[in-house]
């Protein structure tokens, strides 16, 4: 008698997909009360990004917490868009805001990380940023929060995009410039 073949755990999925951080920020609990008590549903709002500069959110409602995250994981697919960063920081120090939410980013140097809490944190991690510091202004309601970072990603441009527009060179500060270029100066002055 032979014994049936086991599948082996170790294959990866064939999608050709990448990798992407997916973080819930807040799960809203809401009550409607009926006639034989109260029904209850759920918000989520959920942060989808490649860690790459495409970043997005979604608010997912449903009876039960997994289909409302599973919902605001795709609808945050949906709406992701593309951010400006300078190697792992802001190219300059912007202000966003939505609805009541405001909030403050500006660059940061190396090795500082993510000066940031709650929802903006969770934004500027799924965009692939790792030095920043921040300040919520406004409203600390997590969607008007999570809004507002992106409006202030969103409008951020880089040296070279302000460059192309002005027709003109124009520099950032030196710690929001590229790796590659240092190193390529050090190899030149040693030969």
């Known amino acids: 008698m032979k014994k049936p073949a086991q599948k082996s ?6 999608d050709n997909e990448p990798e992407l951080f ?3 920020v807040h799960i809203n609990r809401c009550a ?3 006639k034989g008590g109260r029904r209850f549903s759920f918000a989520a709002l959920v942060v989808v990004g490649d860690q790459e500069g495409n970043v997005g959110f979604g608010y997912g409602k ?3 917490v997994p289909d409302a995250i599973r919902k605001g994981t795709d609808q945050a697919k949906k709406a ?5 960063i300078s190697g792992d920081t802001l190219p300059h120090p912007v202000l966003g805001s939505h609805d009541g939410g405001k909030v403050m980013l500006r660059p940061a140097r190396q090795g500082t990380g993510i000066i940031a809490g709650g929802g903006v944190r969770a934004v500027l991690e799924a965009a692939g940023v790792k030095n920043v510091l921040s300040k919520s202004l406004g409203s600390n309601n997590q969607l008007s929060v999570v809004s507002a970072t992106l409006d202030g990603l969103l409008q951020l441009r880089t040296a070279k995009q302000i460059s192309e527009i002005r027709g003109e060179t124009v520099f950032g500060p030196t710690f929001t410039e590229e790796k590659t270029q240092p190193s390529a100066s050090l190899e030149t002055a040693s030969q």
């Open 22 to 24: 997916e973080k819930v």
């Open 80 to 84: 992701m868009q593309k951010v400006s």
């Open 9 to 14: 755990g170790t294959q990866l999925p064939e």
């Open 32 to 34: 409607k009360v009926v």
């Open 62 to 64: 449903a009876q039960m």
